[in-house]
């Protein structure tokens, strides 16, 4: 899932100050579980604003709600009017419910109103850690499933380098190495030899260096569109 | 709205929770009531000292409220899930403790109801059953005339049942809460005798025929006849009404049942040194409810077991003794009543007066030439499923066909049968639309969440002592102090109250299967808390990220929506900080706090349910500190909860941090739960602290 | 020969190698680098010049190297991963090349959280990229010296010498895998390999043994790294911190004598410590050419580059060899 982690206060009323009509728009799937953005934390951060806000003397008006996801229209369509009665919509979902929205509230800002970490698992309650960096072409059957570019902080691809200290990673000790981990799973795994391969340069255009990324499923869309009229059952165009 | 979810909400979080409850399984307290009275909420609300909400809970179900309290034999304390782990809650005298608390209240609120049927009932007898009807029908807007053959309003409870145990005025306050709706009252009035049937079936649009089992049965043997043998209604009329009848220096009592102990206790009180009672049961056989046994012996009455009436012996006409054979068996091999004798076995029980008890039965004469048809068996006709006898418009309710039960399960056939009328009254179709007290229950509590539960045993009911009792008919049982009251109610566990996901919300992240101490939720595609397991301690719902857990008993966002009502107005010039402090009523309720207005309380349930956005909310409605103060952990009614409740405290004092605010602003305390004022000192201390970091500006 | 650098030259002549570091300074002055150049100039047969070591800005390893080949000091210019993607890499190769560069270190590069060490700010915000580690480094040279391409596959007109280099951690963790992993960067076409500071010579000569067995000795010259030791502070602090590099105790012990026989007398300490400095970096260095399979010695004089001549001199590595071609 997607983790988020709090901003603060002080950045989210420098963001927020000028407005009078403020929702903080909670987003309930991946970035509650991980106690960021739920409707829970967007209760909070109203509650926050509203009291920086009389500190400073401004009359400011913070509400929140929330839906399920803001990454999928079907979400918030049906309170995107009421969305539209506030000045700023302060979206606590990932960037990408933050994207997404700001495209679709006419001419109401949409800030966000968390930061948008990684893609983490849960390691223990209330614990979050990157685990996949979306890299777009994964390797992790080379690396006894555990990744390079995610976990290694300087996306080694032939590991580990010399940083390597008691298994943790030169950048810190609370950090494991990731290629200190390789190395002993693949050990455990009997298939250490495959290391000894060097992998080449990697083809980095599946990864954010590519622009944009898109998946756009023939199946899918040919079923939606034939909804749509826009085909015929066949599946041939109109 | 600000400050709010955008989500609309309509009503109190009763209002709204109860359509919630009625979708989830009954606590078996409430299922095991006639009239499913909701015992968890009522004791809910006792517990966190209110009363007044307590009161309505309990009247919104259940019009003899008062009458229950003192005499009801309360099926909801058999069915307690802490019969499992020590002791039932003792629900019929907390019933008792709040209505005692809410009668300014509930006098305040008798009032007119207007009529606006255009219709008018008549109701026959004015017992639990045609009170309660009278009751609704009133509340439906039906011009209601109540005749009773009595000088007074009660039926049973008024004429039979003695005043020692059921005192004169808590009936008085059931029956002026009816009366005041603007019921017409004909009392003294016996229909057969002093009206017709047919003229009152003539005068009204409906009739409810509610007159109970107003006859004893006697008994066919020898000597019966004449002076000195009394049945029980009459005896106990006469004791209702203060006609005190002369019973010689001995009084024997035939019969094992409730009704016998009324009666011999009666017999004790009206001056008889020398009571004793004759039944065919043994000991563990007997009808009569164990305690009733229990304070009857310890009255000085004598209970002889297992023999049977065979003759009346009489010398000069006067009774001498009952002549009583012994019982080899009472029921036969399917538990049928069928009593078996050694005739070889008899002796003479001395005795001035001998007193029947051994059964009622109804008086229908007046029904005989009338439309509505009696049974070959003497009983009246009737469709449980409609509430109707065999004559249009005229129905039925309580004792006279249901045969002899409880004052509640009567009130209970009354709600059944004032529904029945309004539906033929209003055209509709009665079958299948009256309301039905039969209702799944939650199951068992699992062993597992059993054995967390601390034991706590019941408090102590006390009673006069035997001897001044005896010589009075005034109650002899003393009603729970507030303290014992309220650590009564604290021994609750909530069952049925407690949390609800709404699946639209949850997002299944598993962190109430995670932090609860008694396993309740099961996370699958959402979360399903178990009812049998949740103890309703509340932990969960403020830690859920997506707000998908309400709890039945206690709305999640109540305290934020109270908070600026409790803190009010802040002045500006204040010498005293506004100190929030929410505080546990688990040991005391309310009663501990006697601590001064700059204080502003907030009782809770335990602390558990508390939000770090609770937290917030009492600084932005302007308070100086935030106190927490919870029961020492020991005496806490959960299990496990102190690091939670440390953490949300913990998260609290950060997020402050981040307005500049001293993290000292917010403690958690924890009280001397024993002492008779146990948050004084701690509040106190607390304030002088946030004194000492000032008072805030903005 | 592959590039015919002084370098590649003394390790072909079958004589120990010597190399030297010389950190390029956070100014745009290039005098510093010419002092030090002419410090080591005769003492080493090759000197590292650094690439922000640390993390911390610096004059870039290539503009340093060019103006210490000026001096007359041969450089070994070090490129790490961190800073390029392969295409400023590949460009930076090619302008090294045609300044006159011969030999060139690969290494994956200290993170940048290590920029704000101790006093300096740094840079620990930068980003950095890693778009190619140092085994795909060494092949990108390789490939652009021996097949004629680019690692894209385009060709070059005129291919860059390098005689390319790697560093290795001998004593790392996890150390059964060091073996492997050097293997992989000889495989990859590391000419010679330079390790990190070694002081445990019993576990050093272990792994050299495991080298041996893998017959990389033979494939790669191993120039066995020398950190000079200057106080038993320094010592502890590497062999507590440093990855890779254990101390044994009785050399801590033996700066730590050094240091107290002088007493309150600060300055004295010092000169105690790093004369028993000198001492044991003497004695390590005689140990590692001793050790079976080590082509030479990398001598890290860490800010302290006057003290190369001694070490070299008292070490009885000079003069050093010199070619006529
Ligand atoms: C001695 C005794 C003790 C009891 N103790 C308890 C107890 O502790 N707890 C408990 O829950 N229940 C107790 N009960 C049972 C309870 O009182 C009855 O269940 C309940 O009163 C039945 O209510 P009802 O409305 O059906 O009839 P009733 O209460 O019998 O009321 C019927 C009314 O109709 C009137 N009536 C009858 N015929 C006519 C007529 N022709 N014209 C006008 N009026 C008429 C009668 O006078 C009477 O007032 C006790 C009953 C008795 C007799
Ligand atoms: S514990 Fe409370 S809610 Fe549960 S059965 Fe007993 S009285 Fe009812
Ligand atoms: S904590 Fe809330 S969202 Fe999470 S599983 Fe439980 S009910 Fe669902
Ligand atoms: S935490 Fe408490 S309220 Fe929530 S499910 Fe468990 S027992 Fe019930």
């Given amino acids: ?238 | 709205m600000s400050g709010a979810s955008t989500i609309e909400k309509k009503g109190s979080h009763r209002e709204r929770a109860a359509a919630l409850k009625e979708t989830r399984p009954y606590s078996p307290c409430r299922a095991a009531c006639p009239v499913n009275t909701d015992v968890q909420a009522y004791v809910g609300f006792i517990a966190q000292g209110r009363y007044n909400e307590a009161f309505e809970v309990i009247h919104s179900v259940n019009p003899i409220a008062s009458v229950c309290s003192m005499i009801c034999h309360h099926p909801c304390e058999r069915a307690c899930r802490r019969c499992g782990v020590d002791e039932p809650l003792a629900v019929r005298p907390l019933k008792r403790f709040a209505l005692e608390q809410s009668t300014e209240y509930r006098r305040n609120k008798r009032h007119l109801i207007e009529k606006t049927k255009g219709k008018s009932v008549a109701v026959i007898g004015s017992g639990p059953s045609g009170l309660t009807s009278a009751n609704d029908l009133a509340d439906l807007g039906y011009q209601v005339t109540i005749y009773e053959r009595h000088p007074v309003l009660g039926g049973m409870l008024a004429a039979a049942i003695p005043p020692y145990r059921l005192p004169r005025e808590a009936l008085k306050e059931d029956i002026d809460d009816v009366v005041s709706k603007g019921i017409e009252v004909r009392t003294g009035v016996e229909i057969g005798k002093d009206i017709s049937l047919d003229e009152i079936t003539s005068k009204h649009d409906a009739v409810l025929i509610a007159i109970g089992l107003s006859l004893s049965r006697s008994l066919n043997i020898p000597g019966v006849e004449g002076p000195g043998v009394l049945l029980a209604i009459p005896f106990l009329e006469d004791v209702a009404f203060d006609r005190k009848p002369d019973l010689g220096k001995k009084v024997l009592v035939i019969g094992g049942g409730n009704v016998a102990m009324d009666v011999a206790r009666s017999a004790r009180r009206l001056g008889v040194k020398e009571v004793e009672m004759v039944c065919l049961e043994g000991a563990d056989e007997m009808p009569a409810w164990k305690w009733e046994v229990e304070e009857a012996v310890e009255e000085g009455i004598t209970i002889s077991h297992r023999w049977g009436p065979k003759a009346v012996r009489r010398e000069d006409g006067r009774v001498k003794g009952l002549e009583v054979v012994k019982v080899l068996s009472v029921f036969d091999a399917e538990r049928r009543f069928s009593p078996t004798f050694d005739n070889a076995n008899t002796k003479l029980i001395e005795a001035d007066t001998i007193i029947i008890t051994i059964g009622q039965m109804s008086n229908i004469s007046f029904l005989k030439d009338s439309k509505v048809k009696v049974d070959e068996r003497g009983r009246v006709q009737w469709d449980p499923k409609t509430q109707m006898s065999s004559a249009p418009g005229v129905f039925v309710s309580g004792e006279v066909v249901t045969g002899p039960g409880s004052a509640i399960a009567a009130a209970a056939s009354g709600h059944r049968s004032a529904m029945a009328i309004h539906l033929y009254l209003q055209g509709e179709q009665i079958e299948g639309s009256l309301p039905t007290y039969e209702k799944e229950k939650i199951a068992d509590m699992p062993a597992t969440v059993a054995e967390k539960i601390a034991r706590e045993p019941r408090m102590k009911i006390l009673h006069l002592e035997p001897e001044k009792r005896c010589n009075t008919f005034e109650a002899f049982e003393y009603g729970y102090d507030e303290e014992a009251a309220l650590k009564e109610a604290g021994r609750c566990r909530g069952c049925g109250g407690g949390a609800v996901v709404d699946k639209n919300k949850c997002m299944a992240c598993l962190t109430c299967q995670r932090i609860c101490p008694y396993g309740a939720p099961v996370v699958t595609a959402w979360s399903e808390i178990r009812p049998e397991y949740c103890q309703a301690c509340g932990l969960c719902a403020p830690e859920c990220p997506g707000g998908a857990i309400s709890m039945v008993s206690y709305d999640v966002r109540e305290f934020r929506e109270t908070l600026p009502a409790i803190v009010g107005s802040v002045d500006p010039n204040r010498k005293e900080p506004v100190i929030v402090a929410f505080l546990c009523t688990h040991h005391l309720g309310t009663a501990g706090f006697n601590l001064p207005d700059h204080v502003r309380k907030v009782p809770v349930h335990c602390t558990s349910r508390i939000d770090t956005n609770d937290l917030l909310k009492a600084f932005e409605c302007g308070a100086d500190g935030v106190a927490v103060v919870r029961c020492p952990g020991s005496s806490c009614k959960y299990k496990g909860i102190e690091n939670r409740v440390a953490a949300r405290v913990g998260q609290a004092k950060k997020l402050i941090g981040m307005l500049g605010m001293e993290a000292g602003r917010i403690e958690l305390l924890t009280t001397d739960a024993e002492s008779g004022s146990p948050y004084t000192a701690v509040c106190a201390g607390f304030a002088d602290r946030i004194k000492q970091l000032g008072l805030r500006s903005k | 020969m592959k590039s015919g650098s002084n370098l590649e030259k003394v390790i072909l002549s079958g004589q120990p190698a010597v190399t030297a570091e010389l950190g390029p300074p956070m100014s745009a002055d290039p005098h510093e680098v010419i002092k030090k150049a002419n410090q080591l100039k005769g003492f080493c047969d090759a000197a590292n010049i650094t690439d922000c070591q640390t993390a911390v800005v610096r004059i870039s390893s290539i503009a340093a190297a060019a103006l210490a080949l000026r001096e007359g000091l041969e450089p070994v210019m070090q490129m790490t991963c961190r800073d390029r993607n392969r295409i400023a890499i590949q460009a930076d190769l090619l302008g090294a090349a045609a300044l006159g560069l011969k030999n060139c270190l690969c290494l994956a590069g200290d993170h940048q959280v290590f920029s704000s060490a101790g006093r300096l700010k740094g840079h620990p915000g930068a980003k950095n990229v890693y778009d190619v580690d140092t085994c795909q480094l060494v092949g990108i040279l390789k490939k652009m010296r021996d097949e004629g391409l680019q690692e894209g596959g385009d060709k070059l007109e005129v291919a860059p010498k390098f005689f390319i280099g790697a560093s290795w951690t001998p004593m790392g963790d996890p150390i059964d895998f060091r073996p492997m992993n050097l293997m992989k960067k000889v495989n990859a076409g590391a000419d010679f390999i330079q390790t990190q500071g070694i002081y445990d010579i019993e576990l050093f000569r272990a792994q050299m043994e495991k080298i041996r067995n893998m017959g990389l000795h033979e494939r790669t010259a191993i120039l066995g790294g020398i950190i000079v030791p200057r106080s038993a502070m320094m010592l502890k602090y590497m062999d507590s911190s440093v990855a890779g590099v254990t101390v044994p105790k009785p050399l801590i012990d033996r700066l730590n004598k050094a240091k107290e026989a002088a007493g309150d007398d600060k300055k004295k300490a010092r000169e105690l410590q790093e004369a028993e400095g000198l001492k044991i970096t003497i004695e390590l260095i005689h140990q590692v050419l001793e050790t079976p399979g080590v082509k030479g010695v990398h001598i890290q004089a860490i800010e302290w580059e006057s003290a190369i001549e001694g070490i070299v001199k008292a070490a009885g590595l000079y003069p050093r060899p010199t070619f006529t071609d």
């Fill in chain 1, 1 to 238: 899932m997607i983790v988020g982690s709090q901003k603060s206060i002080d950045e989210l009323w420098e963001m927020t100050k000028d407005f009078k009509k403020v929702l903080v728009f909670g987003c309930n799937t991946c970035v509650a579980i991980c106690h960021a953005g739920g409707e829970k934390e967007a209760e909070t951060i109203a509650t926050l604003l509203r009291m920086r806000a009389a500190q400073e003397g401004k009359a400011m008006e913070v509400d929140f709600t929330s839906v399920m996801r803001h990454c999928e229209p079907e979400y918030f369509e049906p309170v995107l009017e009421d969305l539209k009665k506030y000045d700023l919509i302060l979206s606590t979902a990932c960037g990408v419910g933050v994207n997404f929205l700001s495209d679709r509230t006419g001419n109401i800002p949409v800030y966000p109103g968390i930061n948008t970490s990684f893609y983490g698992a849960v390691e223990a309650p209330g614990v979050f850690v990157e685990l996949c960096a979306g890299c777009g072409n994964c390797i992790l059957h080379l690396t006894g499933g555990i990744c390079p570019i995610a976990r290694c902080s300087k996306t080694l691809m032939n590991g580990p380098c010399g940083g390597t200290n008691k298994g943790k990673c030169e950048i810190s000790k609370d950090v494991d190495c990731a290629w200190y981990l390789i190395v002993e799973r693949m050990k455990k795994l009997g298939t250490l030899e495959k290391l000894a391969e060097v992998q080449p340069p990697r083809n980095w255009s599946t990864s954010r260096d590519g622009g944009p990324r898109r998946v756009s499923l023939e199946h899918i869309r040919a079923f939606e569109e034939q909804e749509a009229g826009k085909s015929d059952p066949a599946g041939g165009k109109k």
